[in-house]
């Protein structure tokens, strides 16, 4: 029994699949960035020039009402140092401290946007609850916990993090407009960037961040067993059926839903495996593909 598991555990390890979610040059046609603060790099120093850790004797007083900025200028490190507490930091009394984002559009892109958060690091005891606010119009989504609080220390090396937000454009205005970032549940983030795309007009759903791979147990039931193939990815676009399709050794396993923007995990039942096998995956919408394996 031993060494069938261990041959199980290998395989699904190298099931592990990374999946393309579009051509680079059409990700590139349908995407462009409106603003952005801070660099993708993995570091808080554009935030900060000393380790975020040294911040927290700041609060509650110095950043009592959170930080507003204005995403036309870069903000400057005293006003926002890019740590950002949450209710159970412990360092003051349980409360929040929101960051506020104002911007202007001269017109509203009909596809919508898309807001990317990018963190240096997250506080390894609690995963961190974040809430977004587009002109009052709000939605959660959460950052996993990080593997260590190395970025409380120093500026440079971190342990990153990313999440997105779907903005539907019925929730911009040309205009001014304002984002507010919120840490509703956990101890800390970091900030490493984060970024306003507009989103051309799509007639099915464009799905990024897609991954794929087989978890390390199995299902057992009446009389079968079968390992369950996860599938993780952000959808952005129309709200429209999609269909999965795993295939394995010529069989194929589908899966349909009716998918909706915003973050996705769903899974595909496979048989069980007991050698390393590929598995390609295809998602497709209105008999047209929209992501597939590399």
């Not at 946007?113 to 709000?138: C, E, Q, R, W």
């Not at 995990?265 to 048989?271: F, G, K, N």
């Not at 497709?284 to 394996?293: L, R, V």
Request: proline letters at 6%.
């Amino acid at each position: 029994m031993m060494k069938k598991s261990l041959i199980i555990t290998t395989a699904l390890t190298l099931l592990l699949i990374l999946v393309s979610a579009a051509l680079a040059g059409a990700a590139e046609r349908t995407f462009s960035t409106v603003w952005m603060i801070g660099a993708d790099n993995g570091s808080s120093y554009d935030f900060s020039a000393k380790p975020s850790g040294e911040w927290f004797k700041e609060f509650p007083g110095r950043f009592a009402d959170g930080f507003n900025l204005d995403a036309a200028r870069k903000p400057a490190k005293e006003v926002f140092p890019g740590l950002q507490p949450g209710p159970s930091c412990g360092c003051g009394p349980s409360r929040t401290y929101p960051v506020n984002i104002k911007f202007s559009l001269d017109t509203v892109k009909p596809g919508g946007y898309l807001l990317t958060v990018g963190f240096a690091g997250v506080s390894p005891g609690t995963d961190a609850k974040m809430t977004i606010g587009a002109n009052g119009h709000k939605q959660n989504q959460t950052a996993m916990r990080g593997a260590n609080s190395i970025i409380l220390e120093n500026t440079i090396k971190g342990d990153p993090r990313t999440i997105a937000f779907f903005i539907p454009a019925d929730q911009m205005k040309a205009g001014d407009n304002l984002l507010t970032i919120t840490l509703t549940e956990g101890q800390w983030v970091v900030y490493d960037y984060i970024k306003l795309e507009s989103v051309a007009e799509l007639q099915r759903p464009m799905l990024r961040n897609f991954t794929a791979a087989a978890l390390p147990f199995l299902a057992h039931g009446a009389k079968t067993a079968a390992h369950e193939l996860r599938l993780d990815f952000f959808a952005i676009g129309p709200s429209k059926e999609v269909s999965f399709t795993a295939s394995v050794d010529g069989s194929k396993y589908v899966r349909k839903i009716s998918l909706a923007p915003g973050k996705h995990r769903i899974s595909i039942s496979i048989p069980e495996v007991k050698s390393a096998k590929k598995v390609k995956v295809t998602a497709e919408s209105d008999g047209e593909e929209i992501a597939k394996t590399e």
